[in-house]
Antibody
Framework: QVQLVESGGGVVQPGRSLRLSCAASGFTFSTYGMHWVRQAPGKGLEWVAVISYDGGNKYYADSVKGRFTISRDNSKNTLYLQMNSLRTEDTAVYYC??????????????WGQGTLVTVSS | QSALTQPASVSGSPGQSITISCTGTSSDVGGYNYVSWYQQHPGEAPKLMIYDVSNRPSGVSNRFSGSKSANTASLTISGLQAEDEADYYCSSYTTSNTLVFGTGTQVTVL
């Protein structure tokens, strides 16, 4: 079955960087778009970024554009999120998520359990 | 991209039906049939309940149904059960090749 396991979260000071990883299994990783979605404590879901199945297309939420970079390694079945210039408002649980449609980036079907990123001095 | 608008809370008694609305614009909900609905229990990851406006994934109860009219999508839960108490979020693909989520609705079973 589909498994998405995030790692790399933790406590970081404002202005610093952090890289999240998501190990995928149970499906053909190289044929699906992948997303990052975050949820601040007690708040709703916020879409962060998406990368196409081959890494050729990447799109970001305005709130992270220019600071976050999504990437993938299809040989390792792993998704990444490089987060630079972190702000206190980036504090959230970050979810890795799989698109349901082969070759597209339109809707999420499976989610990981999330990793908590806390930005605090 | 502004969040899609959902009611903050909806409640109903066991066995009743409730409907949650999700209002966007012609650039998201109204422009595509890529509207999804997610259920999230406290401390858990979201779970897909509806995709492509009205399709249910395998394993999701047929008490859940979705629809769309113009810029507003809806999720209906019929035969409300205690286990349905959770937060619900809609999502839509947008003209910017991004996704946008709704503000979220807390469903309470009275």
């Amino acid at each position: 079955q589909v498994q998405l396991v995030e790692s790399g979260g933790g406590v970081v000071q404002p202005g610093r960087s952090l890289r999240l990883s998501c190990a995928a299994s149970g499906f053909t990783f190289s044929t699906y778009g992948m997303h990052w979605v975050r949820q601040a404590p007690g708040k709703g879901l916020e879409w962060v970024a998406v990368i196409s199945y081959d890494g050729g297309n990447k799109y970001y939420a305005d709130s992270v554009k220019g600071r976050f970079t999504i990437s993938r390694d299809n040989s390792k079945n792993t998704l990444y999120l490089q987060m630079n210039s972190l702000r206190t408002e980036d504090t959230a649980v970050y979810y890795c998520a799989k698109d349901w449609k082969v070759g597209a980036n339109v809707e999420i079907d499976y989610w990981g359990q999330g990793t908590l990123v806390t930005v605090s001095s | 991209q502004s969040a899609l608008t959902q009611p903050a809370s909806v409640s109903g008694s066991p066995g009743q039906s409730i409907t949650i609305s999700c209002t966007g614009t012609s650039s998201d909900v109204g422009g595509y049939n890529y509207v999804s609905w997610y259920q999230q229990h406290p401390g858990e990851a979201p779970k897909l309940m509806i995709y492509d406006v009205s399709n249910r994934p395998s394993g999701v109860s047929n008490r859940f149904s979705g629809s769309k009219s113009a810029n507003t999508a809806s999720l209906t839960i019929s035969g409300l059960q205690a286990e349905d108490e959770a937060d619900y979020y809609c999502s839509s693909y947008t003209t910017s090749n991004t996704l946008v989520f709704g503000t979220g609705t807390q469903v309470t079973v009275l």
